[in-house]
């Protein structure tokens, strides 16, 4: 496994280039470009000389996310997507971008849980069918806090079973995308990732929680970056990845006012120290990692 940045996760406003260049700087092992960024520099410059400007950075390309969220469209958005998504998709498998990501919403005002489940399947299965053809594969994420599951009517998806459940459904290709904040605002126990395999695994996301707020009340934007308050145990949560044999990117989404506020050389700093340091409590276990 490898450190990944993602700018907008830490506040940074960056492109494509500017990004490559930061994260060499601050010695990160990957980058998450998004899909579109990618799209765009294939079709103007080739994906041979795109794979370059990242090996030239000294970088592995990292997961990118759906540019659009299936269950929260139109029906004709979702079949205009449909139709838009497979040139990018040749851009991604061309530049072997082979990590997508999309998250779940834990609870529905309109669905019950069954009939919340048939939708995202119905939603999704042709979504992931798409991505398979290009050797993509989609992790799902569950979003765990309470205060969060607090604002629906009827319950959804909230643990890695309950997640896993429904990846299988939609597709062979449909894995995980784990977060350790909502890993921990659910409940998580180390015991529930002890099912998880690199098949299963496509992308992980990094974080810590603020002290002193009780694990109930954690709000879902209000994070911290990764081993800074020891909140959350991503000694277990990391070496469980390892032992599972995850070698892809590993990502901070701290969602931190605080960090966010900061010049982005200091956020990249902060942001490299704090996600090489969650990254060493798997290789401790799993050989050597950057």
Known sequence: ?????NPGHVGISASLREGLALAERHGFGGYDAQLAPLHEEVTAHGATAVRDLFLQHGLRIGAWNLPFMPYRVTEAEWRDWLAKLPPLLASARALGALRAGMWIFPGSDERSYDDNFAFHVARFKPVAQLLAEHGIRLGLEFIGPET?????????VRSV???????????????????????????????DLRALTCELLVHVHVDDAPAGVPRAELIDNRRKLPCTTGVINIDGF?????????????????????LSALPAEEAATRTAKATRAAVARGVRSAGVGR
């Open 1 to 5: 496994m490898f450190s990944s940045l």
């Open 148 to 156: 969060t599951l607090r604002s629906f009517q009827h319950p959804f």
């Open 161 to 191: 079973a309950s997640i896993l459940t429904l990846a299988r459904a939609i597709g062979p290709n449909c894995g995980l995308l784990i977060d350790a904040w909502h890993w921990h605002c659910a409940g998580g126990t180390r015991e």
């Open 238 to 258: 990391m070496q469980a990845l390892a032992e599972a044999g995850y070698d892809g990117p590993v990502t901070a989404e701290p969602f931190d006012p605080e």
